[in-house]
């Protein structure tokens, strides 16, 4: 698993993250929320974010589904 983050170039506290499981014996098991779900606590309380963005491909509904359950909300699709 990788969780690649970074602060975007904004005069506010904006990041950017994506998440890979790629050993799809790990999918469907919660993992990539948990993981998540840290992550954004750790942007928030000790980084001080203030919008935390991600950019999943449309065709990939597990990925979707994961930052739902994390309370992303969709913004645009192209």
């Known amino acids: ?3 690649i983050l970074r602060q975007c170039v904004s005069p506010n ?3 950017a993250i994506d998440l890979f499981i790629g050993e799809t014996d790990y999918w469907n098991k919660g993992i990539g929320t948990k993981m998540l ?3 954004i ?3 928030f309380e000790q980084r001080q974010a203030d919008k935390i963005v991600i950019d999943p491909h449309v065709d ?5 589904r994961c930052y739902d359950k ?3 909300v ?3 699709q192209f």
Not at 60 to 64: D, M, Y
């Open 37 to 39: 779900s840290a992550v």
């Open 70 to 72: 994390c309370d992303f």
């Open 60 to 64: 990939n509904p597990l990925a979707i």
């Open 1 to 3: 698993m990788v969780c």
């Open 13 to 15: 506290f904006v990041y």
């Open 74 to 76: 969709k913004v645009t």
């Open 41 to 43: 606590n750790y942007l």
